[in-house]
């Protein structure tokens, strides 16, 4: 069953993510990205943590995605008739991206990365308690970045707004 739920979930958080780097309109964009943060937080639910998941969808996939759309929406981006094409060098470069994408699978696969061991969990794996020892002991100092970076980026949308006005 866990398997089947991974398999669905792979296929669904793929797919939205090309979603959102193909589609040229920035609102349908957004929502594929809102899929694909609701379809990891189904990838914790495998994991048994719950609360984990929980977290993902209220903070990402509901607060994250507001500011997103709040932000794309005051931008009010004009659309664009003309179609963009790719130059030589992006068009080489996604080859190569792909090439090697594509055999970093193949090894997999095949089981050549089979020498990687995962630790089992924890026993308080995904529970309220260990989340908050490591977001406020190892990972506190990136979670501040992480949330100054959002800052910095809505200040700069705004400043982009107003220049356009």
Request: glycine share 6%.
């Amino acid at each position: 069953m866990n398997l089947i739920g991974f398999i669905l979930l792979t296929l669904l958080s793929v797919g939205s993510a090309v979603m959102v780097i193909q589609r040229r309109n920035p609102v349908e964009s957004a929502l594929a990205l809102a899929v694909n943060l609701i379809s990891i937080a189904g990838f914790y639910l495998l994991l048994n943590a719950q609360f984990i998941a929980l977290l993902q969808v209220i903070v990402y996939a509901g607060a994250i995605m507001v500011l997103v759309l709040f932000v794309i929406m005051l931008l009010n981006l004009p659309e664009d008739p003309r179609e963009s094409r790719s130059g030589f060098f992006q068009l080489w470069l996604a080859v190569g991206f792909t090439a090697t994408f594509a055999v970093i699978l193949r090894n997999a696969i095949r089981g050549q990365l089979a020498d990687a061991t995962f630790a089992a969990p924890t026993a308080g794996f995904g529970t309220v308690s260990v989340l908050g020892h490591e977001l406020f002991s190892r990972f506190f100092y990136p979670f501040e970045v992480i949330s100054l970076l959002l800052v910095v980026a809505m200040v700069g949308s705004v400043l982009l707004a107003k220049r356009r006005l």
